[in-house]
């Protein structure tokens, strides 16, 4: 265990490795494919799902227009209810805490709830440090986790593995992580299922504290919400005796009713399903019910900055529902880990430099530019995140950054073009040489990543406005008239 | 002219940077149809681009010396009409972003008057001009890429199917997974080469299956990327602006 995405290189390097894998080309067009589908059909069924999604955005536009109102009702209702409420800045805080909570507690190992957040922060590497096992309980974590892998989508983290692949992890992983997969397991999917089942089932028994997200908090009643599909989650949140949720500050929804609209939004959204299987609801300490002592740690981590932002804030909105990833034509080839983060696809390429900053990591300046901005993501998006106009939003942010810096090549070509299109007589002359441009631009190196793979048209003879001036507009002989 | 719109007394003709430079016969084509629809559209020779691959490579500051040609040339005019879904989608929603970052009220002024007034050619012939058969015959089996912009930016929606079908002698086959970016992508197709040649190859493979002669769009660039792939594989499809489609008539039949 211990994998990580630090040290990733930029997107088009990492993009030009994956899109090699075979496998994985073929698994995860299959995957998405498969999800797009289910989406497309149970959305479909809901005549009001524009008005959904307004109401989506619009709720969560309430909750982050008045965050810092939200999030103190929020801690007085857990605090009345039992709950102990901690708020981190930061990833090291949080983590600190939660390792502060198992040793107070003696624990060696925490069983875990599929969480996004704790993703984010490293807790589990964190943990293991301390000497803590954090057990993933959700499938496809615990197939990434036994694998020494890395997640590659928010929903469905193993999306890039397929059932042989799994089978081959279960074989010769999970001896050394517990109870072993049965000898005779074959790719049947029941199988698999089974041989997790069991497996998990003696770390649910026997852990005394577990570690969880949350979907939604609930300012009005100070409830936290877990939306999930196997069960797995339930289990971690009723049986031990210590839960700590981390819970990004930007998850707090003003009142109970609101989850109408987005227990609608999001399995639609996410899995294609139209009902949650799976909706854990808790608010605090019920006593003689569940566990006894009950944390929760408000994480910032960068949503303070991502707030101040203008038009990237509404990235807050997200309920990680995963629909921007399985229709992004770019996820969709070169798979979640190229992305280098917790968060990939569309909303991970504006997330991961809202929260961090841009200016500062090659490979974090490299997201924005990991779109052809086709929009399919803002169509499907269920709080109606404007993630192409943020993606253009944020590619000035990186190139403001870097002004004043030694220009790079693009800068320079930017800048000639910039001249090139202030006068219509200066690109009237620039056209002249259009012709030697394209056969020129087959030998020059930035032409080659055209060429590599694409015919370059042969070019014209006389560009249009040429065209125009010596025809006047096609009345004098030409095409036009 | 056979509309009844009759505010619209100056057309301009917004023939875009690529097909002024390297698809002129595009625009000639728009020339064609139009005049052949009783509209007498102009050509500002002030023109330039309207700045998106500036903006959409983060270079807004860049833009602005486009920006200002773009409103100079089109300023005054009733409706700016442009063969591309991607150009008339960037001065609609990206003009304005420009102009208010250069801190010059004219500029903004200006780009008030000149977006709402543009219109990608789809848009312009069935919403402005009402009509859809545009008398235009082209005896071959053609199939349709909606380009992501004029789909999803502007929601041009089945006006270029409308406009297809009733071109005579032509039938239209269904591309599939049609609505999924071909890859282009501006300078996404050079950053990220090999992710836009991935997806290209995959538009490239739909289209071959259809067994059409020709791919049409509404945005050469678009074009360019899928009819760059295709030439290399010597496939024996070539690609096509919907605007010449349109133009070509039993008299006067386009190459």
Known sequence: MGATFVGMPVFPVAARAALADTQLRHNLAHATGTIRGKRARVVGEVTDWEDLRTAGAAIKDVALADLEQHLVQLEARLTEQGAVVHWARDGDEANRIVADIAKAHQVDEVVKVKSMATQEIGLNEALAEEGIAAWETDLAELIVQLGDDLPSHILVPAIHRNRAEIRRIFLDRMSSAGRPAPATLTDDPPELAAAARLHLREKFLRAKMAVSGANFAVAETGTLVVVESEGNGRMCLTLPEVLVSVVGIEKVVPTWADLDVFLRLLPRSSTGERMNPYTSTWAGVTPGDGPQEVHVVLLDNGRTRALADDLGRQALRCIRCSACLNVCPVYERVGGHAYGSVYPGPIGAILNPLLHGVGENAQTDSLPYASSLCGACYEVCPVKIDIPSILVDLRAQVVDAHRGQRPKVEAVAMKGASATFGSAKRLGFAERFARLGTSMARRIPVASAWTGARDLPSGPTESFRAWWRRTDGGRNGGRGE | ?255
């Open chain 2, 1 to 255: 002219m056979c509309s009844g719109v009759e505010w619209i007394v100056r057309v301009a003709l917004q023939v875009t940077c690529i097909n002024d430079a390297l698809f002129p016969d595009t625009g000639k084509a728009v020339v064609t149809l139009l005049r052949r629809l009783g509209v007498d559209v102009e050509f500002p020779a002030g023109q330039t681009c309207c700045g998106q691959p500036m903006v959409n490579t983060g270079y807004l500051d860049e833009a602005v010396p486009a920006l200002r040609s773009y409103v100079d040339a089109f300023r005054g005019y009733d409706a700016i009409v442009t063969p591309s879904g991607s150009c008339a989608g960037s001065a609609r929603h990206q003009h304005q972003i420009v102009a208010r970052r250069s801190g010059d009220p004219e500029l903004v002024a200006a780009v008030e008057e000149t977006a709402p007034r543009v219109f990608e050619l789809t848009e312009f012939l069935v919403d402005q001009l009402g009509v859809t058969d545009v008398g235009a015959s082209f005896p071959h089996t053609v199939t349709y890429h909606p380009t992501c912009h004029s789909l999803r930016m502007l929601g041009v929606g089945d006006r270029p199917r409308l406009l297809l079908e009733q071109v005579k002698g032509l039938r239209l086959v269904e591309l599939p997974a049609a609505t999924e970016c071909c890859g282009f992508g501006g300078t996404f197709a050079l950053k990220n080469a090999d992710t836009s040649i991935a997806m290209g190859a995959d538009k490239a493979r739909h289209v071959r299956e259809t067994g059409a002669e020709v791919v049409v769009a509404g945005d050469n660039s678009c074009l360019m990327h899928i009819g760059g792939l295709l030439s290399r594989q010597r496939s024996g499809v070539r690609t096509m602006h919907l605007a010449e489609i349109l133009a070509a008539t039993e008299s006067a039949v386009v190459a």
